[in-house]
């Protein structure tokens, strides 16, 4: 629970239930494919220095990179190991701040052969475009090996993630599917999204729109004449694919209205 909440205005009644925070760290490192990676200055020592970074997840959920010798990040991690990946929630528009967020930190290690074959097929998967300098003599891959995680998931949510409670996470069955899910559904179920608002969340919503969904349920924006605010609503049982979540939702407004 993060310190930053306030007290529940219904505390007998329990919130809708929704993936830890490890679950949700782990889903949108997985959904994203750039972070800024955070080195430690070899030119000017002790200060930190930033670079935009493509990465891709080997098989536990570290992030690797490849990166070239002639990089400044890369000539600081020969220095010094330590390093940092922040990784923002892709394709959230609005406040910044209320999207979600992810910094790793441990060591960023360059990688022996055996492990390199399998980084490299999983870091093309993601960059295919990499395939014109993946074997330039001065690129390598490097993985962070994660000790530490801090995730953030907008406004009153936040806290450390112990790193093998992220590694044993694992992505959100809909994590490739909830953008299309919350596209179709703000674009063709307006009316549904009010109902939901103001049924199942007690709110008298004059709008409301869909803004995540995962395995348990989704978060609604709604807006009551001048306010805004958000709600979360809980599935009556877990789905774990499309089709499932279509089912779902139609009993939902089915049994509302």
Known sequence: MSRHAGPSDAPDVPPPPEPTYAERARTLVYLGRVGTLSTLSLKHPGHPFGSLMPYALDGRGHPVFLISTLAMHTQNLQADRRASLLVTQPGRAGDPLAAGRVTMM???????????????????????????????????????????????????????????????????????????????????????????????????????????????????????????????????????????CRAVLIEMLRRTR
Not at 165 to 171: I, K, Q, S, W
Not at 179 to 205: K, Q, S, W, Y
Request: glycine residues 8%; charged residues 25%.
């Open 106 to 244: 441990g060591e960023a290690l360059p990688l022996p052969g055996a492990d390199a074959a399998e980084a490299r097929t999983a870091y093309l998967a993601r960059h295919p475009n990499a395939a014109y300098w993946v074997d330039f003599e001065d690129f390598g891959f490097y993985r962070l090996e994660v000790a530490d995680v801090y995730f953030v998931g907008g406004f009153a949510a936040m806290d450390w993630v112990p790193a093998e409670a992220y590694l044993t996470a694992r992505p959100d069955p809909l994590a490739d599917a909830a953008a299309g899910i919350i596209e179709h559904m703000n674009r063709d179920h307006a009316d549904a999204l009010v109902t939901f608002a103001r049924v199942l969340a007690g709110a008298p919503a004059d709008e409301a729109s869909m803004v995540t969904v995962d395995r348990l349920g989704f978060k609604l924006r709604i807006k009551s004449g001048a306010r805004v605010h958000s709600a979360r609503i809980g599935f009556p049982r877990e789905v774990t694919t499309a089709e499932a």
